[in-house]
């Protein structure tokens, strides 16, 4: 196994992958664009603001064509609430739906980590670079990724326990 090279923010400008925590990632690098809401606005995820308050409770910010909302995800009725007008939505378009699937999968963000979007599944959490399968994520998903990235492109993550996931196959 090659050796592993710590996230630091030089890594920023190798790789826009890699999402450190808010306090260490310039905003661009945390956006996620999941596509045009149902009003035609476009949507983003703000990545570096996850953050878990309960088991199925999510407070994060996203853009909506070019303002920027606070908002609570209930994971478990698939709707969310903005802030500070406290209106609860529920997904009208694939790119709002994808937003709550990204929230309610991702775990917060934390300082040393960073989250990646699994954006074009199935894709392989390995053991090693090339080494053996330790399971399939098979729908987008956000998940947390910590440690470092091998010379060859593999980046450590704890999704399915711990393993390592190719950078192409996430964003």
Sequence with gaps: MKPYIPITFTLLSLSPIFLPSSSQASPNHCHYTLGTA?????????RCTIERQRDRRVNFTYML?????????NCRTNTWTTFPDRTTHSPQSRATSDLLKLVCS???SNPGTGIGIVF???SHIRKSPNGAI????RELTAIELAGGVTNDGWVR???CGGGVIHQSQIR
Excluded at 38 to 46: A, C, N, T
Excluded at 65 to 73: H, K, L, P, V, Y
């Design 106 to 108: 991702a775990p917060s």
């Design 38 to 46: 149902s009003g035609g606005q476009s949507v983003k995820l703000d």
């Design 120 to 122: 074009d599944p199935p």
């Design 65 to 73: 064509g070019d303002e920027s909302i606070n908002a609570q995800a």
């Design 157 to 159: 993550t704890r999704a």
């Design 134 to 137: 330790v399971c399939t994520i």
